[in-house]
T-cell receptor, first 109, second 113 residues
């Protein structure tokens, strides 16, 4: 199974940068995902990392270190609409996806 | 219209009642999943299906059953609902793409009194 840890809450100011860390322990690894979930809505896919390094997609970047069991999601130039929960998820060798509890990010004006 | 549709979106029921949550998709994906979401616990996998003839238990399948009626339809049943099954339930699909991200339905909020 998976053990996935991420902070419960983070607060940042509009225009700033926030980094959400995720650590995991897994019996098999086949990729790490980040999803965004606005309150009362479905999760939507943000990023995918399977090799070590940084993946950049616009204002969002995601980093993976497989040897350390560590990932982060970096949100730049924060906007009010970025207030949401961010879910770290790890896919195991059987292609099952396990989710962390999520990090609620609040962006303040 | 949503690619992954769940019905009902909201349901209040009583302990002991049988409940069915339905999911249909127009994405043509073979793989379908049922998750439940509880505050502070994240999404937990209940059942998953890789095709019509392949159904597998997830980490919290006790008290639930599923039916894959067709490639596009995957239903979740609670044979005898209990209050700790009060949660937000999500259906999701996955295609065969390299990343294999999940596409979620809008969720079904179930309250068991």
């Amino acid at each position: 199974g998976q053990n996935i840890d991420q902070p419960t809450e983070m607060t940042a100011t509009e225009g700033a940068i926030v980094q959400i860390n995720c650590t995991y322990q897994t019996s098999g690894f086949n990729g790490l995902f980040w999803y965004q979930q606005h309150a009362g809505e479905a999760p939507t896919f943000l990023s995918y990392n399977v090799l070590d390094g940084l993946e950049e997609k616009g204002r969002f970047s995601s980093f993976l270190s497989r040897s350390k069991g560590y990932s982060y999601l970096l949100l730049k130039e924060l906007q009010m609409k970025d207030s949401a929960s961010y879910l770290c998820a790890v896919r195991d060798g059987d292609y099952k996806l396990s989710f962390g509890a999520g990090t609620t990010v609040t962006v303040r004006a | 219209d949503a690619d992954v549709t769940q019905t009902p979106r909201n349901r209040i029921t009583k302990t002991g009642k049988r409940i069915m949550l339905e999911c249909s998709q127009t994405k043509g994906h073979d793989r379908m999943y049922w998750y439940r979401q509880d505050p502070g616990l994240g999404l937990r996998l209940i059942y998953y299906s890789f095709d019509v003839k392949d159904i597998n238990k997830g980490e919290i399948s006790d008290g639930y059953s599923v039916s894959r009626q067709a490639q596009a339809k995957f239903s979740l049943s609670l044979e005898s609902a209990i209050p700790n099954q009060t949660a937000l339930y999500f259906c999701a699909t996955r295609g065969g793409e390299e990343t294999g991200e999940l596409f979620f339905g809008e969720g079904s909020r179930l309250t068991v009194l």
